[in-house]
């Protein structure tokens, strides 16, 4: 018998996206629950109690209350008339999850997590953090909930990220930072399943993006799609047809995945991702795990990730925090081989670049995550073409990556 | 042929007492230490011994073994490297049961069906592999099952009835039960917590079972030695390599010595049977 990472035959385009993960959470070859086995009757319960939540009138309603009177939801669907302008092609329209409660998309996903928390009887919540966004994200449903928090996130990103650090102590979490490693967003990971190992009674594991063991790249993907649902319908009253093309940013791939999910059984629609291409793909200071990774296994599923030779995991590069990670959720990883999604790169200056541009002429900061996506929206639109239409899921605001960008500009502040 | 860890574990039965197990990190802190070390385990009261293979996201690991992993990474290990060392020490020792210990992804890599007919012929009789559970694991077991390594399961605290024949298929050579939630080299033991869990599984598979994760001083692998069939001991040898370095000690003399104290401490564990 073969490994499981050399497929016998190319994979054929199923027909039904939607049906995906299979019961053992797996997207093709991608996905699974490869965790230590202490973890393992958690992640089946769960997965267990996740399902049951579809059927549940209840949660489902105090979800829907807290997206509409908490966060903000629907999220304007806005044209970007100014962009369109500048790259002459076809209409850009952005999907604002900036002006979510606490600025990204990332609430929409802890919203869905914690209650389903409560629901488990669960009293004390951990979680990851890149960037700081799903940190912040985090800390505030537990401090909405009342519910003990700590967050691990690389020392690394607690420098680059400070306001976010501070925002998460005002809202009652404690910030752990993880030297191990780079000091990033993997090393968090490992550190954050240390704990969930340790305290396996008490402690609900809050993931902050659609990767991990099954179920999480699943949950958190259907607790994003709402965004992409909206879209579709928005869409729908702006132009009165569906976008040629949805585009989204890929870190962990949570913002992209919910915005895309619903559109990959409309064949019409081009779904593209976008990569961190940090120094440049020629260089191997990059975070993009499709475009110059290969498939392995880490932190518990199997997707495209970025390593040596020897299978040891690289370190990832970019300038964005919560995109330094070094492998992509699965199901992004099974639609990359399957041919449905196209995933592009973007560097660390074409990033600055797009933050700039957004910044002058939509009047919008945005994310540095959510700029590499603006970057290749010139491209796409081209191709696209006039008379087309194009929705870029802004993912989040600028508001944290100011004093990066400061910095690279070689300005302080 | 009976496989050397079913020969081991039938010897030590014979003699009325449980196996110490020694798990020592390929590669730490060097190629040339690390085969020192592990030619000198079996006189030093080896009965069985862990190879860990390093793995850059040992995510069920503590500290210790975290950064004996580091430091044979950076001093070039690799999983080909593990296996040279194995047959090296197989040059020697035909008899001490070889388990490889880590990480899914280097496997991966390699491909399982080739790197499990290269470790059979560097010796390795078993092999655990920390993240990948049973549900995970039938392509590599179908490789190892091919090239006769036991794939040593893992059971846990959180391993309940329901779970413990998941757990258990396709097992073979003996179980390893992780005593305590947690990671490597954190939490202690408690053997009177550990004895009902033990014969359970023993009951449920037949097999030996050796208790680690939770073993730091020869007292408590003596007393977890009264309840199990084998007593693992981890990330104390290896803050052994680390403190022999942080002092300019001979790493080899001190991983040995505490090897000696602990494999004592199992050895005198069980009151010797009373004759027939
Ligand atoms: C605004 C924003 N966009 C995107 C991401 C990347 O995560 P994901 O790929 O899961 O959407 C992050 C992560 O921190 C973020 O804060």
Redesign the interface.
């Known amino acids: 018998?073969?490994?499981?990472?050399?497929p016998q035959a190319p994979p054929a385009t199923p027909n039904d996206f939607a049906a995906y993960p299979d019961a053992?959470g797996r997207f093709g070859q991608f996905g699974?629950?490869?965790?230590?086995?202490?973890?393992?009757?958690?992640v089946l319960d769960l997965e267990a109690a996740y399902l049951a939540t579809k059927e549940d009138a209840a949660f489902q309603a105090e979800l829907n209350g807290l997206l509409t009177h908490y966060v903000g939801r629907p999220s304007p669907l806005y044209f970007a008339e100014r962009l369109t302008d500048h790259f002459g092609g076809a209409k850009i329209y952005f999907k604002r999850e900036d002006l979510n409660h606490t600025g990204a998309h990332k609430i929409n996903n802890c919203i869905g997590q914690i209650l389903l928390a409560r629901k488990m009887g669960k009293t004390r919540i951990i979680a990851e953090t890149g960037a700081g966004q799903h940190g912040v994200a985090t800390a505030t449903v537990c401090a909405r909930f009342g519910l003990p928090c700590v967050v691990y996130m690389g020392a690394v990103d607690v420098a680059r990220q400070r306001p976010n650090v501070f925002r998460m102590n005002l809202l009652g979490a404690e910030v752990t930072p993880v030297t191990?490693?780079a000091s990033t967003l993997?090393d968090a990971m490992?550190e954050a399943?240390?704990d969930w190992?340790?305290?396996?009674e008490d402690t609900y594991y809050l993931i902050g993006s659609a990767a991990g063991p099954h179920p999480y790249p699943m949950m958190v993907r259907d607790f994003q799609a709402i965004m992409g649902r909206e879209i579709r319908e928005q869409i729908l009253e702006a132009e009165g047809r569906l976008p040629d093309a949805v585009v989204a940013c890929v870190g962990g791939g949570s913002n992209a995945i919910g915005t895309f999910h619903p559109f990959l059984n409309d064949e019409q629609v081009r779904i593209i991702g976008v990569e961190a291409a940090g120094d440049g793909m020629g260089t191997d200071r990059h975070a993009a795990a499709i475009n110059g990774g290969r498939?392995?296994?880490?932190?518990?599923n199997?997707t495209y990730?970025l390593?040596d030779?020897?299978?040891?995991?690289?370190e990832a590069h970019s300038i964005s925090a919560g995109l330094d990670y070094p492998g992509i959720g699965p199901e992004h990883s099974w639609l990359h081989d399957v041919g449905r999604a196209q995933y592009l790169t973007c560097t660390d200056t074409e990033a600055l670049d797009a933050f700039k541009l957004c910044a002058e002429l939509e009047g919008i900061i945005p994310a540095l995550e959510s700029a590499h996506a603006i970057a290749r929206l010139s491209d796409i639109a081209r191709d696209v073409g006039k008379g087309g239409v194009v929705v870029m899921n802004l993912s989040g605001r600028g508001d944290k990556d100011v004093a990066t960008v400061a910095d690279h500009l070689g300005r302080t502040i | 042929m009976k496989s050397r860890i079913d020969a081991r574990f039938a010897a030590l039965k014979a003699e009325d007492r449980a196996a110490f197990v020694a798990y020592v990190m390929a590669g730490d802190p060097n190629r040339a230490t690390a085969l020192d070390i592990l030619k000198g385990l079996p006189a030093a009261g080896a009965d069985l011994i862990e190879l860990g293979f390093p793995f850059s996201d040992p995510m069920a690991e503590g500290p210790p073994i975290q950064k004996a992993a580091q430091r044979a990474l950076k001093d070039g290990m690799t999983l080909k490297g593990v296996l040279d060392l194995a047959a090296e020490f197989r040059q020697g020792d035909d008899t001490t049961p070889l388990i490889l210990m880590g990480y899914l992804n280097p496997l991966v890599t390699w491909g399982f069906e080739a790197f499990a007919q290269a470790a059979s012929a560097s010796g390795i009789d078993g092999l655990i592999v920390v993240d990948c559970p049973p549900e995970e694991a039938d392509p590599l077991a179908d490789a190892l099952d091919a090239a006769d390594i036991s794939l040593i399961r893992l059971a846990t605290p959180t391993t309940d009835d329901r779970r413990l024949p998941v757990v258990l298929r396709r097992t073979s050579g003996f179980v390893y039960y992780v005593s305590v939630t947690g990671v490597t080299g954190a939490k202690e033991a408690d053997a009177e917590a550990v004895r009902p869990a033990v014969a359970r599984i023993r009951a449920a598979s037949g097999l030996p079972v050796a208790v680690g994760f939770g073993i730091r001083t020869p007292e408590r692998a003596g007393a977890i030695a009264q309840v199990a069939d084998a007593a693992v001991v981890g990330s104390a040898l290896v803050d052994e390599v680390a403190e022999a370095l942080e002092r300019n000690e001979d790493v080899t003399a001190r991983v040995l010595s505490k090897v000696r104290s602990l494999a004592k401490a199992v050895r005198l564990a069980r009151v010797p049977p009373l004759p027939a």
């Open positions: 018998m073969n490994a499981p990472t050399h053992n699974g629950r490869y965790v230590a086995e202490t973890l393992m009757p958690l191990s490693g993997k490992n399943l240390r190992v340790t305290n396996v498939p392995g296994v880490l932190h518990g199997k990730l390593q030779a020897e299978g040891q995991i690289t």
